[in-house]
Each structure stands twice: as structure tokens, then as C-alpha cells.
């Protein structure tokens, strides 16, 4: 496809259950980053990969959140045992290098009960 | 601690008018500056941006003011038009990768 995609759009689960959020970048884009936004606040840098260096995840709010990115394609964010405070929009972009315009997707809003 | 704020959630605009948005920011070690859109169930899209060594950059209805000693933002949109009712984010960056951005303005442009 032309542009980022991410799936699910929406995830609804209970508290407690993991959840895996799924981020396909726009194909030759060496830089992705995953943000948070939470209901009436700005978007929360989450993790960013760029290439084969090691990750960047300082914005990752627990140990709970982790992040993968298979080279330069896909990258899957996973929260284990979700709790009702993870609800949120979170959003994915990439970007040809670090620095240059980042390109989101749709988001996926998840709702944790 | 929200680094960069967009002190007014919400503004309502007659079309044709100029529509003004305002950001500010705390960290002094912002050196670029962005205004991301927002339509509902998309994600942002790229609208304009400023580098610090610059206090105003302009692109077709669209004009970003930098004010580096007041810490301040603007965009300016004039005239506005239906198609600009969405979500506008400002968002600033300080010599790497990673962007703070504000909570949002929800600009309505009425007919």
C-alpha cells in the first residue's frame, strides 16, 4: 500500500489480557516510531527503531510495553496485562531517516475494560 | 510535563476568515517546529513546518510564526475553508527524531 497501515483499528479487551498492535510502514522507510495518545492529550512517543540500531524505547511507560520491528518491515507493539489506563489511540509512523517527515497511520484505539 | 501546549482545545471560524492557532513550548532546546492535520480516523498528516533560525515560513493559505523569545507559535490560515475543520497539533523537536507534540485545536470552519 501507499501509506502506513496498522491493524486493528479498534481492539476492545479486559483488563489483565495482552494485546499485540500491528504497524506496516511505508515500504523503503528506515525510521518507525510508535506514539500514544490519550484521551485530550498530545501524542506520547512510545519507541522509535531506524535500521539495525538498537531501539530507542525511553518513552515506553512500563515494562509492561514492548516493541519489535523485523528489519525494515513490520514492527508489533505488545502490552501485557493490560490495565484500563492503556486506553488509547496508538499511532504509528515511518519515515524514509531519522529527521525527515514522519508518515502516521490510522491508529488503533484500544479500550481496555 | 507537557512540553508543548495548545492552551485552546477548540475554535470556530466563518469560512473565508483567517483562523489562528496557538503553541507554546517550554523547552528551549527546540529547534523545529511543526503543525501536523487531523481528520477523524486518520492518522496526522505533515502541514507545515519552521526551523528556529527562521520566524516565519509561509505555504499557500498557510503562514507558521516563530517567536523564540516568547517560546511561542502560530499558524495562520487565511483564508479558512470547509475542507480545514479538522484537528491541528503542534509539535517541536530539539535536534533529533523524537517529536513532543501539544493536545490539540479542534478548528471548526463554518459555512
Known amino acids: 500500500g501507499a501509506g502506513v497501515s496498522q491493524s486493528p483499528s479498534n481492539k476492545v479487551t479486559e483488563k489483565g489480557k495482552d494485546v499485540e498492535l500491528r504497524c506496516d510502514p511505508i515500504s523503503g522507510h528506515t525510521a518507525l516510531y510508535w506514539y500514544r495518545q490519550r484521551l485530550g492529550q498530545g501524542l506520547e512517543f512510545l519507541i522509535y527503531f531506524q535500521g539495525n540500531s538498537a531501539p530507542d524505547k525511553s518513552g515506553l511507560p512500563s515494562d509492561r510495553f514492548s516493541a519489535e520491528r523485523t528489519g525494515e518491515s513490520v514492527s508489533t507493539l505488545t502490552i501485557q496485562r493490560t490495565q484500563q489506563e492503556d486506553s488509547a489511540v496508538y499511532l504509528c509512523?515511518?519515515?524514509?531517516?531519522?529527521?525527515?517527515?514522519?508518515?502516521f497511520g490510522p491508529g488503533t484505539r484500544l479500550t481496555v475494560l | 510535563d507537557q512540553q508543548v501546549k495548545q492552551n485552546s482545545p477548540s475554535l470556530s471560524v466563518q469560512e473565508g476568515r483567517i483562523s489562528i492557532l496557538n503553541c507554546d513550548y517550554t523547552n528551549s532546546m527546540f529547534d523545529y517546529f511543526l503543525w501536523y492535520k487531523k481528520y477523524p480516523a486518520e492518522g496526522p498528516t505533515f502541514l507545515i513546518s519552521?526551523?528556529?533560525?527562521?520566524d516565519k515560513n509561509e505555504d499557500g493559505r498557510f503562514t507558521v510564526f516563530l517567536n523564540k523569545s516568547a517560546k511561542h507559535l502560530s499558524l495562520h490560515i487565511v483564508p479558512s475553508q470547509p475542507g480545514d475543520s479538522a484537528v491541528y497539533f503542534c509539535a517541536a523537536s530539539g535536534g533529533g527524531y523524537k517529536l513532543s507534540f501539544g493536545a490539540g485545536t479542534t478548528v471548526t470552519v463554518r459555512a
Open positions: 519552521i526551523s528556529s533560525i527562521k
Open positions: 509512523a515511518s519515515s524514509f531517516r531519522a529527521r525527515d517527515e514522519q508518515f
